[in-house]
């Protein structure tokens, strides 16, 4: 799945603007799809804690796979649009994979066993920009995204087959009847907003620090390429390779981040995350070749340590029994912020300037690092 998302992951946003959207259409689109992710990550967490694991997130796989074929078949943006909101919708089974991983990782080996999924993740996403720079020399942006999605679908629809073979990580797993499903969302909604009372203070603090700083990231991720090609003249065939370095940086560091987040501290590397994502937003803004190179290096650097550092945290300080739906309102949390940054990152861009939604990214870095840095505390005992 992360190499076929890769594909066209690469050209994603000039694809939608080639398809007559613009740049506030761009962040329309992805506000939207945030919303409606955010709107199952209450009852997707819910169900994960309370009926099991497994059959959600083997059965809505499929879904996804198929929901795909907009994209791939997309005569201009409004196809998009209706692809992303049922993926979207699909997507309702991503606390119970999160919780998951997190039930299979013993509480002294999760900083490396972060690392190890990052890793493989990376391994698997580096050829995706070289495919598609290929799939794009070939036939062109419009014709070889299609053909990338094409790929999409039948490679999501074997990752569908292949999760049929998970194992449950609960004890009181089984599926749920049509009515308790009818029924699942104002019970969901009351135990996900109850669950910081279980919790200590520093894991609502960790949750608040991480929502803020994804406002921020999202105002400018979909800009990132359309950025380089439009305003720095990078050529389009040349952007996947500088992509590749953000992948290999990752592979390179995954296992030693692992390592030193088990061996020394889970707090360090956030920090040091929030402060190369501002040093990569600058290097890219006033961004030359070079510049843009290293800036994707820092910021494949800081995504190793931030997911290793942050995922290994969240998962000592919840119990087993509540991860599922820590994990969906984070999710619904970071979602919603995702939806507003993208939509205000759109605005920013075609009307305001195309380095604001960058400067926006920097900011609103500023306030999660204050709190990790003075109210995140790692536990005394981990939580199994």
């Known amino acids: 799945m992360d190499f076929a998302m890769e594909l066209p992951g690469t050209y994603y946003a000039l694809y939608v603007l080639e398809l007559g959207a613009t740049a506030t259409i761009l962040g329309m689109i992805g506000f939207a799809s945030f919303l409606v992710l955010a709107s199952v990550q209450f009852p997707g967490g819910y169900l994960a804690d309370k009926f099991g694991r497994r059959w959600l997130v083997s059965s809505m796989t499929f879904g996804v796979a198929l929901s795909y074929v907009f994209f791939a078949i997309a005569p201009s943006w409004h196809f998009i649009?209706?692809?992303?909101?049922?993926?979207?919708?699909?997507?309702?089974?991503?606390?119970?994979?999160?919780?998951?991983?997190?039930?299979?990782?013993?509480?002294?080996r999760r900083g490396m066993g972060f690392g190890i999924i990052m890793l493989i993740t990376s391994a698997a996403t580096t050829p995706g920009p070289f495919v598609a720079g290929i799939l794009y020399n070939q036939f062109g942006l419009v014709p070889g995204m299609r053909i990338g999605y094409g790929v999409v679908v039948a490679?999501?629809?074997?990752?569908?087959?292949?999760r049929q073979r998970l194992q449950e990580t609960?004890?009181?797993a089984r599926r749920p009847s049509l009515n308790e499903l009818v029924h699942t969302y104002p019970t969901a909604l009351?135990?996900?907003?109850?669950?910081?009372?279980?919790?200590?203070?520093?894991?609502?603090?960790?949750?608040?620090?991480?929502?803020?700083?994804?406002?921020?990231?999202?105002?400018?991720?979909?800009?990132?390429?359309?950025y380089a090609v439009e305003e720095l003249l990078i050529d389009k065939a040349v952007w996947p390779l500088i992509l590749t370095a953000l992948f290999i940086t990752m592979i390179a560091l995954s296992m030693p981040t692992g390592k030193m987040v088990d061996k020394?501290?889970?707090?360090?590397?956030?920090l040091v995350a929030y402060v190369l994502f501002a040093v990569s937003m600058l290097l890219f803004v006033y961004g030359d070749l070079l510049r843009i190179f290293v800036s994707l290096v820092l910021v494949g650097l800081a995504q190793v340590m931030m997911n290793s550092g942050f995922?290994?945290?969240?998962?000592?300080?919840?119990?087993?029994e509540q991860r599922g739906k820590v994990t969906g309102f984070t999710n619904f949390a970071n979602n919603i912020l995702m939806a507003l940054g993208s939509l205000t990152g759109g605005i920013l861009y075609e009307h305001v300037s195309t380095q604001a939604p960058f400067f926006l990214a920097i900011l609103f870095i500023i306030p999660p690092f204050l709190l990790t840095l003075t109210m995140v505390h790692e536990p005394e005992k981990r939580e199994e």
Request: aromatic share 12%; net charge positive; proline share 5%.
């Open 155 to 162: 490679m999501f629809l074997a990752a569908a087959l292949l």
């Open 170 to 172: 609960m004890t009181n």
């Open 311 to 320: 995922s290994a945290l969240q998962t000592d300080l919840t119990p087993k």
């Open 81 to 108: 649009l209706i692809g992303t909101v049922l993926m979207s919708l699909c997507l309702i089974y991503q606390p119970a994979l999160m919780s998951m991983v997190a039930d299979s990782l013993p509480s002294e």
């Open 264 to 270: 020394f501290n889970r707090k360090l590397p956030i």
């Open 190 to 226: 009351k135990e996900s907003f109850g669950i910081w009372k279980k919790l200590p203070r520093s894991m609502f603090y960790l949750f608040l620090s991480g929502v803020v700083g994804t406002f921020g990231f999202a105002a400018a991720s979909l800009y990132y390429v359309v």
